[in-house]
């Protein structure tokens, strides 16, 4: 059975918030790397549900972050690429889902918040080569700061005070990264640590509740959404520093 930790936890808002807030309708041919995490199991959703991202960074694995795949088993979850409606991807399975050893939600006075936010999925077989599902290579070293990255998810792309029925299509804004030290007190009291990564828009354009796992990237993946304090404000959203764990994922691509 599915364990869903936290689709309206780290993100929060999600009962208001959607999706990417105030992003724009993406082109799949630009980021052929971003796929979905797909229900194959009627509970608790409906079979073919979308809930999260996920990344592909080569033709047998994806990343995305431990807080939806906890626990999971690999049968009842498939990753779906291919196209940027949410319902027309085409869904891959799953062989093994390896969360990291030391994940935890935790929290303080400002927010719910996840360290070691990461998780290795192995497909059953090879994602095809075409130019609507590509990897992206895995970050050697961070971006500077006030690098422009963009990040992608499924769902609305205005706050809204209602689920959006029907096709959903991926959306996408561009965010600066920012030295998690230049938030770390100001905001979140001190939980940032060096397996995170922070992004921010000057004009409230934010991932949200629904939009975890997918990617912050330029030509590498540099981080995956993980939690914020709210959705659609200045205030910057945390992803898994994804150069920080490049070592884990590589020790840890099951054979």
């Known amino acids: 059975m599915l364990k869903f930790i936290s689709l309206s936890i780290l993100l929060i808002n999600f009962k208001t918030c959607y999706g990417i807030i105030n992003g724009y309708v993406a082109n799949i041919h630009d980021d052929p790397y971003v796929g979905q995490l797909v229900a194959l199991v009627p509970i608790p959703l409906t079979v073919g549900d979308r809930y999260g991202q996920v990344v592909a960074f080569s033709p047998k694995y994806a990343v995305t972050v431990c807080h939806l795949v906890q626990n999971s088993d690999p049968s009842a979850i498939g990753v779906g690429f291919g196209s940027p409606y949410q319902y027309l991807v085409k869904v891959f399975t799953i062989s093994t889902i390896r969360c990291h050893e030391d994940f935890a939600i935790l929290t303080n006075s400002v927010t719910q918040y996840a360290i070691n936010d990461i998780a290795i999925l192995k497909l059953t077989e090879p994602l095809p080569n075409c130019d609507t599902i590509q990897p992206i290579p895995l970050c050697i070293s961070e971006p500077a700061d006030n690098t422009a990255l963009i990040?992608?998810?499924?769902?609305?792309?205005?706050?809204?005070?209602?689920?959006?029925?029907?096709?959903?299509?991926?959306n996408s804004l561009i965010l600066l990264s920012s030295n998690m030290l230049t938030f770390n007190n100001s905001i979140y009291q001190g939980i940032i640590n060096e397996g995170h990564i922070c992004a921010f828009s000057t004009s409230g354009q934010t991932p949200c509740g629904g939009d975890s796992g997918g990617p912050l990237a330029g030509k590498t993946l540099f981080g995956l959404t993980s939690f914020s304090i709210s959705c659609g404000t200045t205030q910057p959203t945390v992803f898994t520093n994804v150069c920080y764990y490049e070592p884990w994922i590589n020790a840890n691509m099951i054979p």
């Open 151 to 170: 990040t992608l998810g499924w769902g609305a792309f205005v706050q809204l005070d209602l689920p959006v029925l029907g096709t959903r299509t991926l």
